[in-house]
Each structure stands twice: as structure tokens, then as C-alpha cells.
């Protein structure tokens, strides 16, 4: 009752839609679907969507080995830097027929979700297009979802502290691991911090890694309190490090190595090596471990995929 | 007709269970469905932007910083003290009080006429489960004939309730009621006691309300103010509406053809150098994307 039927002749007079401006790129045979490639992204140097994707075009050959397989969280800013985003697990239902997905069981929504995994070089222009800048990742690949295939400590500094103490931290984090027999690596956030990555690629269970990861994390604060904390309290983190253990879960997704991030510059998480984070350290310099997309080109150009160990390289974890 | 399924009406369920639980007193359990007895007719408007009439939609964002927060990532919480919260989730309201979830508790049985109206709040139906119908056809039938209600305590959406269980012609309906402690004492307020008025005064005003005395016909009453709004509404439409802006107008129709040629570009390079990585000089790609737009 008091439904409101419009009237016969049309109600809008002479507005008709403009046509819509999609391009299609081709790659590797498939069509991929891109709009509003002039869009900006990051106003305080004009990136652009089109740099975006352009970005994760050259950066392919090195980060689709990293994100193979494992279901993918898109952060989507559908207007860039400065508009809102927000967070998307389930794939979503328009996609193209070839975005591949893998299910995830859901205990809070008692289902599977289908998340999306970025496979190949059209996934990923495909999500980018979405306006997914971040690209966050399970520690654990799709089929063996229990199973992480790294232990990963996330360094955050509670200003005024910066990546240069977080270098501190790491550093110590990476003795520790010596002292095991264990190899660690390191990367910076792209944001502010730094994380460091020990790769299992073994049989071992996220209550391993993450008992592990929070004794560690709770043996450096009990040993340097004035410098780490291990609990996440905002209060407690003025000028020190947060050593984040809580990220070996399997319901947690970490940012993906070369992923950029949604910062005021077009900031990527960058591979680094033990030596750079002890020259940073030592200069007391954070800019020496920020770099922008271009930079990350250029560093790949000239030394490879620093990463690459973190999937290669089996690894247990003792004790 | 044997009792059991076919005896219940198949009705499509427009109407929507809240909860499965049961009627439970003594040594008895009827197993019902919950189900709003009432509707809201009202009417919905949507905020939109005056310039484009684009709808207008809500975020949550955190205080702290602005950022949107995702449905996943919120929690429940008490302000015990200004700025400090501790955290509740399902299992915490669960644990309140693991008896009373989807139960109608009925404690009392009282008559109907002793309860002042003020106590009642706002009705729902109970409809019986699968071998719950003969005892509430039971318990409606004695209630029917006695008179009396059942006063039970009912926990709907973690707030607990005072409720009457009522016969409502062929329906038992759930009547919440108001705890004593939450009706305001209106003592606060000045009434005046017994009217200082005279005999004749008294009897012109009875005569009044005599002369406008009527049956109590509920239908007689309607929602006047909704529907003229209604009739604002089809005049509107009538002389022509307006339709939103469609969504995404691109400002200008930039050389977008360029753009893209330049990804295909890049497309190219990376493939050609197999296996590794983008070799050409990234510095004179720099900025190409934007320049061209």
C-alpha cells in the first residue's frame, strides 16, 4: 500500500548516460578490464592509477612468486590515498572467469570464504584497477592453509621512534635466529616499520610459530625494556618498538613483499639487506630504508629478488 | 486433517522468527517461534547530496584517526570510566546467563484485570514448534477461561524482559512489559488532587464526554500526517521526478587511448625480458603515464 508508481512518460528529461570509458588491456591473452587510468592516486606527486598498475606491471617478474597461492585481502581505495578504503575478503562476485580463488573456512561467519588469489599478471592489473594499492597476504599458502611458510615479526615504532630503532630491534631479533642456526630477512613496511621474516617452508603449525614469535618477542622486551615492547597497548609504546608476534596467525594477512602502500608517497615494502639496516642504524638515518616505486625498480634491477630465500630456503624451527 | 504439519498453516514466512526457543514452567516445555506482532509503516527517505542527488552513504570511522573500520574488525564494549572500555563479545553475554537464552520463563500466573496497561510495552507472537501444539493450544485455552496471564522473563537480544504471556483470540502473544523499577514515578509531577470545581461543573464535563463516546473501533484511527506526506510525494513524482547523477561521470574525455598504449607498452618490455626483471631505464618511463593523460 502507498507504493508510488512513476508516471507513464519518462521522468527525466533529455539527461542520457554518458557512455562509459573502459579500456581493455591485453595480457599474456587475456582481456583485462581498466578504467580512469588518469585518475590520481597519491596527489602529493600525481601517481596515477595508470602508475599504479604500471608499477605492478614491471614489479610482476619478482612479486607473483610471493603472492602465488596465497589468498589475498584487497584494500581498495577506490579514490586514492586521501579517500576512505576498505578492506575485501570475500573475491569479488564480478570478477573475470580466470581470477583465481581459494576457500577459506570462516569460524566467525560459519562458511568459506572465497578469497582471491593474484596468480598472474592479469589478476593482479585486475585488482589493481579495484583500487587494491596494498596487496595483504596470508602467511600460508591456499592449499595448506595451517601451514605458515614463514614466522614473521612486525616491528612497529610508537613515535618519536622510527625504522632506525625498529633497526636496532631487528637486528636483534636476527641474532637471536643466528645464534639458532636460522636465517632471517628483512624488509621495511613501506610505512613506517620493519619486518623480519624467517622462512620454514617445513612442516609446522601457526600454535608453534606463534608461541615461538611471542616468547622471542617477550624475551627482547624482559632484555631491552626501555627499547621493546610486546603488547600492543598504545600507552605503552611512546618512543619504543613494538615487536608484533600476534601476525603468525591464520586469520591474519601481512603486507606483501613490493606491495605499495597507500602513504602520502608511493612507498613500497623493500626487501633490504642485514648490511643496509646496520648502515642505517649506524647514521641514524631513516630515509636510507624508504623507498618510493621507481627506487624499487632500480634495486631490482641491480640486485634481484632479495626475497627470494624467504621461499626457497626450508628452515625448522627448534625448541 | 491429522494433527502435526498439516494442521500448522503453510503460510509463506514473510513473516520472520526472531528466535526457536520455548515456553517453560514447572515441569512443562512448549516449543515456540518468536515473531514481531507489530509493523513500522513508515515512510523511508534517503539522504542525498543537493547538488547530483547522489545518495549519501554512512561509514564507520574510528575516533582515533579517522580510518574507516570494516564491520570485522568491531568490537563491543562498556565505558566503565570516561575513555576506558573493557571488551564484551558473544561468549561474555552468553555467559550472563546461559538458562535464559530463547526461553520464555514464565514464573507467575496473575489475572489479566489486575495489571495496570502502563506495564505493557510492546507485543510479539508465539507460534508453535513441530509437537509443541497441543500444549499451547492447552495453555491458551486455560488462560482463555481463567482469565489469567502468565508473567514470565524473556531475554530478547542480550536485554532481559518482563513479559505477559496473553491469549490473543486463536494466538498466545508475548506482551513485554516494563520492570517496576522502569516506569518513572509521576509523583515528581504537579497534579492537582480532586478538582475544585462544582457539582454542575462536574456533570457538564461528564456530559461531554458522553456525547463524544463512541465503541472503540481501532481501525477508525489512521495515520493522517503520513498520508498527506504521501500525497506531497505523488504530486512530485506527477510533475517530474529527478534522477541521480549516474555514478563515476568522468570529468573530461582525456586521451585515454594514449594511457593505455602505454601500459601495453610496459606489458611488453616486461614480458620480453623473461624471467627477470623490467631491464630498460626506469628514469625516462618515469611520470610517462600521467604526462600523457
Known sequence: ?319 | MDSGESARKLSPKSMRAIWKGSISFSLINIPIALYPATRKEELKFRLLRASDLSPVNYKRVAEADGVEVPWDQIVKGYEYEKGKFVVLKDEDFKRADVEATQSVDIIDFVDLDDINPIFFDKPYYLEPEKRGEKAYALLREALKQSGKVGIAKVVIKTRQHLAAVKPQKQVLALELMHFAEEIVDASELKIPEAPDVGTRELAMAKDLVDKMSVKWDPSKYTDDYRHRILDVIHEKVESGGKEAAPRGTPKKATNVVDLVSVLQESLEQASRSSGGHSKRKTTSHKRKISRAA
Open chain 1, 1 to 319: 500500500m502507498g507504493a508510488i508508481r512513476a508516471p507513464k512518460q519518462p521522468a527525466v528529461k533529455g539527461s542520457a548516460k554518458p557512455a562509459e570509458l573502459k579500456q581493455v588491456l591485453e595480457v599474456q591473452g587475456r582481456k583485462v578490464p581498466v578504467s580512469r587510468l588518469e585518475k590520481v592516486f597519491y596527489p602529493a606527486t600525481g601517481f596515477t592509477k595508470g602508475d599504479v598498475i604500471d608499477f605492478y606491471i614491471r614489479i610482476s617478474s619478482v612479486l607473483l612468486p610471493h603472492l602465488k597461492n596465497r589468498p589475498l585481502t584487497l584494500k581498495r581505495y577506490p579514490d586514492g590515498v586521501e579517500g576512505g578504503f576498505f578492506y575485501e575478503k570475500r573475491c569479488p562476485p564480478y570478477r573475470p572467469d580466470w581470477v583465481q580463488t581459494a576457500p577459506v573456512w570462516s569460524d566467525k561467519n560459519d562458511s568459506e570464504i572465497h578469497f582471491c588469489l593474484a596468480n598472474d599478471l592479469p589478476s593482479i592489473i585486475w585488482a589493481a584497477n579495484l583500487g587494491d594499492l596494498e596487496l595483504h597476504t596470508f602467511l600460508a599458502k591456499a592449499k595448506q592453509i595451517d601451514r605458515p611458510t614463514m614466522l614473521v615479526f612486525d616491528l612497529d615504532p610508537g613515535p618519536p621512534a622510527n625504522i632506525v630503532q625498529c633497526c636496532e630491534v631487528g637486528l636483534l631479533v636476527k641474532e637471536r635466529f643466528d645464534r639458532m642456526g636460522l636465517e632471517s630477512f628483512a624488509k621495511t613496511s613501506g610505512s613506517k616499520g620493519l619486518q623480519v621474516y624467517v622462512p620454514l617452508n617445513t612442516a609446522v603449525s601457526y600454535d608453534t610459530t606463534k608461541t615461538f614469535a611471542h616468547n622471542l618477542a617477550q624475551e627482547l622486551e624482559s632484555q631491552r625494556p626501555e627499547l621493546i615492547v610486546s603488547r600492543m597497548e598504545k600507552r605503552l609504546r611512546t618512543g619504543k618498538i613494538l615487536v608484533d608476534w600476534s601476525q603468525n596467525d591464520r586469520h591474519k594477512t601481512t603486507v606483501c613483499v613490493y606491495s605499495l602502500r597507500a602513504k602520502e608517497h608511493p612507498t613500497v615494502s623493500t626487501p633490504v639487506t642485514w648490511e643496509e639496516v646496520r648502515s642505517a642504524l649506524k647514521k641514524k638515518d631513516p630515509d636510507k630504508l624508504r623507498f618510493t616505486s621507481d627506487e624499487v625498480l632500480r634495486r631490482v634491477e641491480k640486485h634481484g629478488d632479495l626475497f627470494e630465500p624467504v621461499l626457497k630456503l626450508k628452515q625448522k624451527l627448534k625448541g
